[in-house]
């Protein structure tokens, strides 16, 4: 049998802070409605917070702290009332959001720095950089960051909806002709189907990756 590869250390490391991190949210959101719902929640958009957050310049540890302060922070403010989706983009807050979050580490990396980055001047101008540069609304770092990853995070988090939805088997067509690019041919050979079958999945595992993909970027789950 052969062997399958070891997973890398780092990819070790993100799995075991995603789940210290769901455990602890779900912990946090404990008496409150809908667990379900917000557990969807992080499912869906952890990854995009996490994204932005490492590429504004925080570290893993960081990120995952950013990911839930800022559900937390809008699960609070959900169950208040306080979000009114005429004032603006679902995408729009919750970019609003994560960069509070981030902006709060930034300070509390001023307050409180880190052994290793006493006495480092680089690195303390580096961090006072950052935090000016997402407080500057003029500036779109953050903006930029975010507009490159939402789409990715969306069309993800659609297939994974999809995924859950239709047969392992209409996915695994799907995947080899349509994100693997293998065309007709390679796809109906590797996996002994004909034309007809593949196009079949294509069209409608195709069609509810686009209604998901639609849905979620219209409404906020």
Not at 195 to 220: N, S
Request: proline share 2%; with cysteine.
């Amino acid at each position: 049998m052969e062997e399958l590869p070891d997973i890398p250390e780092d990819a070790k490391k993100d799995k075991g802070l995603w789940e210290k991190t769901r455990k602890s949210l779900i912990e946090r959101l404990n008496n409150w409605e809908d667990q379900r719902t917000w557990n969807e929640f992080y499912q869906t958009y952890w990854r995009l917070i996490y994204s932005v957050a490492t590429k504004a310049g925080l570290t893993r540890e960081e990120a995952f702290d950013v990911i839930q302060e800022t559900i937390i922070a809008i699960a609070r403010q959900v169950q208040k009332g306080q979000y009114d989706p005429r004032a603006g983009s679902f995408k729009a807050w919750l970019l609003q959001m994560t960069r509070w979050r981030v902006l709060d580490v930034f300070r509390a990396r001023k307050r409180q720095p880190s052994l290793a980055d006493q006495g480092n001047s680089d690195s303390e101008e580096t961090s006072n950089l950052a935090l000016d540069r997402l407080s500057n609304d003029k500036d779109n770092l953050l903006e930029n960051i975010w507009d490159k990853e939402w789409r990715d995070n969306i069309t993800a988090a659609a297939l994974e909806r999809v995924k859950a939805k239709v047969s392992p088997r209409q996915f695994q067509i799907f995947d080899c002709y349509v994100m693997k690019g293998w065309g007709v041919k390679k796809t109906s050979e590797a996996l002994g189907i004909n034309a007809a079958q593949v196009y079949l999945a294509k069209h409608r595992v195709g069609a509810l990756v686009k209604k998901e993909v639609q849905a979620l970027e219209h409404t906020m789950l």
